[in-house]
Nanobody
Framework: QVQPVESGGGLVQAGGSLRLSCAAS????????MGWFRQAPGKEREFVAA????????YYADSVKGRFTISKDSAKNTVSLQMNRLKAEDAAVYYC????????????????WGQGTQVTVSS
């Protein structure tokens, strides 16, 4: 199993940028697609972005397309999420995890979650 540790969250003004990082342990990290998910207060956890096992193909929720960029570095066992033009509705706890697609949607591939990293956007 991959054990993720997220970092990079913080307080940012609307329109600003943040870069989240996820350090994942596990010798088979390079074999997995990885994703970022987020959960806002009172809402269910939702998919944000995913990258395939090779790091070549990326997928985004419509709400972040064109603003967020996911990348994977298998040599360093890290996954990053560059977030630009942040909006108030992007505020949430962000989690990374292994991911898989089914029926055109993305889901976490394991039930183990890290502690997440808080993103707060001030308007």
């Amino acid at each position: 199993q991959v054990q993720p540790v997220e970092s990079g969250g913080g307080l940012v003004q609307a329109g600003g940028s943040l870069r989240l990082s996820c350090a994942a342990s596990g010798r088979t990290f390079s074999s997995y697609a990885m994703g970022w998910f987020r959960q806002a207060p009172g809402k269910e956890r939702e998919f944000v972005a995913a990258v395939d096992w090779s790091g070549s193909l990326t997928y985004y929720a419509d709400s972040v397309k064109g603003r967020f960029t996911i990348s994977k570095d298998s040599a360093k066992n890290t996954v990053s999420l560059q977030m630009n033009r942040l909006k108030a509705e992007d505020a949430a706890v962000y989690y990374c995890n292994t991911a898989h697609s089914s029926g055109g949607s993305w889901y976490p591939a394991q039930d183990y979650w890290g502690q997440g990293t808080q993103v707060t956007v001030s308007s």
